[in-house]
């Protein structure tokens, strides 16, 4: 679940090539600085500029569960 700044480039190369992005997968926000204000992720941020769907789930080690909501939400196997 990466998202630094580096992983913007590739988001918005998939944007660009005219792909189906069906949804971004994100860390949570996050308190920064010394006002503790809340920062979204880079990716999130440009996710949300171009109205994608953006989830930031706790963790990615879900069990069973959280990887049958996955395959429900996107209609994968």
């Known amino acids: 679940m990466g998202t630094p700044e580096f992983a ?7 944007i660009r090539s005219g792909h189906e ?7 949570p ?9 809340v920062v979204s992720p880079p ?3 440009l996710a949300l500029q171009h109205r994608l769907t953006v989830h ?13 909501r996955s395959h429900e939400v996107y209609n994968t196997d």
């Open 8 to 14: 913007v480039p590739a988001l918005d190369a998939l």
């Open 56 to 68: 930031q789930p706790p963790s990615l080690r879900g069990g069973s569960e959280q990887r049958a």
């Open 29 to 37: 926000d996050e308190p920064a600085g010394r006002g503790r204000s």
């Open 21 to 27: 992005i069906v949804g971004v997968f994100a860390q």
């Open 43 to 45: 990716v999130k941020k």
